[in-house]
């Protein structure tokens, strides 16, 4: 008996799951080069935006896309944790960091929404298997700990060193998004967001001061 189109379109998506942790420690391992573990990251404090509208048209995602999601996603919300923390500290403390970081906020809320959107219309599940593992770029709750018990006046130049590995990182993730990426809605995506990033960059660079992280392009 001829087997059912739905059957195989499952089957898939679970081995695409699979491939997913492989693409994703391949990933870690040319990144980082390193097996430390430290706390997962922490979640935006922040109200969570609206859901992403499900696109009506099924997109589909291979092992790359699906492992480019799964990491981007609780990087993303690294920072948001990151950038809602600092809002506890002093009004005094640096405006120009203040600024870009409000608009970082806003643009990474807007990529969650497109990211967990790509999910949906992809019937992928959203899977945290990045929990417990340090990874490049990504803020932990270990860093934000850092920041909270550093003097006010250290506080922009750890927070701005964090973004910087942040934003640098998620450059080089989009690059290897639109190379070996199957899907060419979310290559396209990638291709937005890398370039964001590196207006971010620059921006964050351009700070009288802005500190640089060794290693990062």
Same mark, same amino acid.
């Given at each position: 008996?001829?087997?059912?189109?739905?059957?195989?379109?499952?089957?898939? /998506? &679970?081995? =695409?799951?699979?491939?997913?942790?492989?693409?994703?420690?391949?990933? !870690?391992?040319?990144?980082?080069?390193?097996?430390?573990?430290?706390?997962?990251? !922490?979640?935006? #404090?922040?109200?969570?935006?609206?859901?992403?509208?499900? #696109?009506?048209?099924?997109?589909?995602?291979?092992?790359?896309? @699906?492992?480019?999601?799964?990491?981007?996603? $609780?990087?993303?919300? =690294?920072?948001?944790?990151?950038?809602?923390?600092? @809002?506890? /500290?002093?009004?005094?403390?640096? $405006? #120009?960091?203040?600024?870009?970081?409000? +608009?970082?906020?806003?643009?990474?809320?807007? +990529?969650?929404?497109?990211?967990?959107?790509?999910?949906? %219309?992809?019937?992928? $599940?959203?899977?945290?298997?990045?929990?417990?593992?340090?990874?490049? =770029? &990504?803020?932990? +709750?270990?860093?934000? %700990?850092? !920041?909270?018990?550093?003097?006010?006046?250290?506080?922009?130049?750890?927070?701005? *060193?964090?973004? /910087?590995?942040?934003?640098?990182?998620?450059?080089?993730?989009? /690059?290897?998004?639109?190379?070996?990426?199957?899907?060419?809605?979310?290559? *396209?995506?990638?291709?937005?967001?890398?370039?964001?990033?590196? %207006?971010?960059?620059?921006?964050? @660079?351009?700070?009288?001061?802005? $500190?640089?992280?060794?290693?990062?392009?």
């Amino acid at each position: 008996m001829a087997e059912r189109p739905g059957s195989r379109v499952r089957a898939g /998506r &679970m081995v =695409g799951v699979g491939v997913t942790v492989v693409a994703t420690a391949l990933a !870690v391992g040319l990144t980082n080069g390193g097996g430390r573990t430290e706390p997962a990251p !922490v979640a935006s #404090s922040a109200t969570t935006p609206p859901a992403a509208a499900v #696109s009506t048209v099924p997109v589909v995602l291979n092992g790359t896309d @699906d492992a480019f999601i799964q990491l981007l996603i $609780p990087m993303n919300e =690294g920072a948001l944790a990151l950038i809602d923390q600092l @809002d506890t /500290r002093p009004a005094n403390a640096d $405006p #120009s960091l203040r600024a870009l970081l409000g +608009e970082l906020r806003a643009a990474h809320q807007a +990529e969650l929404r497109d990211l967990r959107g790509l999910l949906a %219309a992809g019937n992928v $599940p959203e899977l945290n298997i990045h929990a417990g593992h340090q990874m490049p =770029g &990504m803020v932990t +709750e270990a860093s934000l %700990a850092e !920041v909270r018990a550093a003097p006010d006046v250290e506080v922009p130049s750890r927070a701005a *060193a964090l973004i /910087r590995a942040h934003l640098a990182q998620t450059v080089v993730l989009c /690059r290897g998004e639109q190379t070996a990426g199957g899907s060419p809605e979310l290559k *396209a995506l990638a291709g937005r967001i890398q370039q964001a990033r590196t %207006a971010e960059l620059s921006a964050l @660079d351009n700070r009288l001061g802005a $500190p640089t992280v060794s290693g990062q392009q």
